[in-house]
């Protein structure tokens, strides 16, 4: 008879707790060996950022002289300072206030202003990318 096999005729004489903790030590044993390449580990936290951010549609953007404010439509509020958006930190109230939800309700842009935010960004706190104002001024 193989191990296995005595292994397996064994198990079945334990009672379910018994069964609950050797399971444990298993499952302590097979992490403790497993060893994520760092692809594999960038891979899943980049699946679970797309999940986090799959259901973020907006319902409502409002903007101020110094704030963002977006509701998502799950419930959630989030009020960014525009000192993080410097191209809105610097528009006109008009140009401002003029935008809407863009690609599903998963953006927004201000048409006046060729400039786009997307909630995911919002979420994460990203602030707008280095000199991306200047280059729209100069253009």
């Known amino acids: 008879m193989s191990k ?13 707790a018994e069964l609950r903790q050797i399971r444990g030590l298993l499952d302590d044993l097979i992490e403790d060996e497993l060893k994520f390449t760092p692809e594999f580990e960038s891979a899943i936290q980049k699946s ?7 259901d973020l549609k907006i319902k409502r953007i409002e903007t101020t002289a110094d704030t963002l404010t977006v509701e998502i439509m799950d419930g959630r509020v989030l009020t960014v300072p525009l ?21 599903a309700g998963y953006g927004i842009e201000w048409p006046a202003l060729d400039y786009h935010l997307s909630v995911e960004g919002l979420m994460q706190g990203l602030p707008e990318a280095p000199g991306l104002r200047r280059a729209k001024a100069l253009a």
Do not use: W
């Open 4 to 16: 296995v096999a005595q292994i397996e005729a064994e198990l079945e004489m334990l009672s379910q």
């Open 48 to 54: 679970e950022r797309e999940m986090s951010f799959s």
């Open 83 to 103: 000192a993080y958006y410097p191209t809105l930190l610097h528009a006109t109230d008009a140009e401002r206030k003029n935008c809407h939800p863009i690609g």
